[in-house]
Nanobody
Framework: VQVVESGGGLVHVGGSLRLSCAASRRTFSSYFMGWFRQAPGKEREFVAASTWSGGSRYYADSVKGRFTISRDNTKDTVYLQMNILKPEDTAVYYC??????????????????WGQGTQVTIAS
């Protein structure tokens, strides 16, 4: 399975971006999907995750209320809508996937497939 992120870029504080993650497999609807990010000099951290149906979604406290994860299984794509962006949101954002459910959706080791990352930079 290949996952490819897109949609990163440079925006000003308070702006919005939407990241996309396209998966290569037709069984995309069976995959649990997550977004992680890694800021310069920091460890990679959990951002958001979604069950295969999109019925359950999980967020890091730092993005709750500002970011929304969604998915379109007809397009094999998961999205991360990011609003009210802050300088601390600057990072490389990674899409990740795994087959089946996990209760540790915040742990990067739970995910098997990773994208190459897309840079998001918030200018103050």
């Amino acid at each position: 399975v290949q996952v490819v992120e897109s949609g990163g870029g440079l925006v000003h504080v308070g702006g919005s971006l939407r990241l996309s993650c396209a998966a290569s497999r037709r069984t995309f609807s069976s995959y649990f999907m997550g977004w992680f990010r890694q800021a310069p000099g920091k460890e990679r951290e959990f951002v958001a995750a979604s069950t295969w149906s999109g019925g359950s979604r999980y967020y890091a406290d730092s993005v709750k209320g500002r970011f929304t994860i969604s998915r379109d299984n007809t397009k094999d794509t998961v999205y991360l809508q990011m609003n009210i962006l802050k300088p601390e949101d600057t990072a490389v954002y990674y899409c990740a996937a795994r087959m089946g459910h996990t209760t540790q959706w915040y742990e990067e080791n739970e995910y098997v497939y990773w994208g190459q990352g897309t840079q998001v930079t918030i200018a103050s």
